[in-house]
């Protein structure tokens, strides 16, 4: 099972905005962005909360949830 450690394609989605217009925005390749949406890499901290300006989110928003690991 793969881990997700963002959620930058959902909130594209609920926004019905596409990787390509993200890219543009944040000045990245559409490689770039496509990979941090699919998880396989993720955006540097800076730039999280960059795309979370953009996007009109918190960047907390952008985070998954780590639901294996609960808090102790």
Known sequence: MSTRYNRIKAVLVE??????????Q??????TV????SNQI???LEVLF???DVLEVDVCTLLAKNEKSPRR
């Open 50 to 52: 960059q795309i979370a």
């Open 42 to 44: 993720q955006p540097p």
């Open 26 to 31: 944040v000045g990245r390749s559409k490689g």
């Open 34 to 37: 496509s990979r941090w949406c």
């Open 15 to 24: 926004q019905e905005k596409t990787s390509k217009w993200l890219s543009e």
